[in-house]
């Protein structure tokens, strides 16, 4: 009963009424309804409808719902509808929702191994 293994990461919140000033590395999960000014580097990240960042973001998971003003570098990125993100957003794998707001560069990360050339010769 009490020997449960923990198997989730570690989960912090930075509440509406919170504001931080510098950059943040974490290797769990953050959620951020307040605002943040500086960098992020954490492993599972969720932009709340209040949630403002300042600055750029390295992250597994990315979940935006509020505003980001900044580049974003993940392996997946999720842009729900009230999201509004100004800067390059670089990914393996990017869903945009309806209503979703983007103002940079969509870059998708591609490694060569996962790339099949076309032969050029059999499109003739």
Same mark, same amino acid.
């Given at each position: 009963?009490?020997?449960?293994?923990?198997?989730?990461?570690?989960?912090?919140?930075?509440?509406?009424?919170?504001?931080?000033?510098?950059?943040? @590395?974490?290797? +769990?999960?953050?959620?951020?309804?307040?605002?943040? !000014?500086?960098?992020?580097?954490?492993? @599972?990240?969720?932009?709340?409808?209040?949630?403002? !960042?300042? +600055?750029?973001?390295?992250?597994?998971? !990315?979940?935006?719902?509020?505003?980001?003003? +900044?580049?974003?570098?993940?392996?997946? !990125?999720?842009?729900?509808?009230?999201?509004?993100?100004?800067?390059?957003?670089?990914?393996?794998?990017?869903?945009? @929702?309806?209503?979703?707001?983007?103002?940079? @560069?969509?870059?998708?990360?591609?490694?060569?191994?996962?790339?099949?050339?076309?032969?050029?010769?059999?499109?003739?």
């Amino acid at each position: 009963m009490f020997n449960k293994k923990k198997t989730s990461l570690p989960f912090s919140l930075i509440s509406p009424d919170t504001e931080i000033t510098g950059n943040i @590395q974490c290797d +769990g999960e953050i959620q951020i309804d307040g605002k943040v !000014v500086g960098d992020l580097n954490v492993t @599972q990240l969720i932009i709340g409808d209040s949630g403002i !960042v300042e +600055g750029n973001i390295t992250a597994r998971q !990315v979940q935006v719902r509020g505003q980001v003003q +900044g580049g974003i570098r993940a392996d997946s !990125v999720t842009l729900e509808p009230s999201a509004r993100v100004t800067g390059d957003i670089e990914h393996d794998t990017l869903t945009i @929702q309806a209503g979703a707001h983007i103002q940079g @560069q969509l870059n998708h990360r591609v490694e060569p191994s996962n790339v099949t050339p076309l032969d050029k010769t059999s499109e003739a």
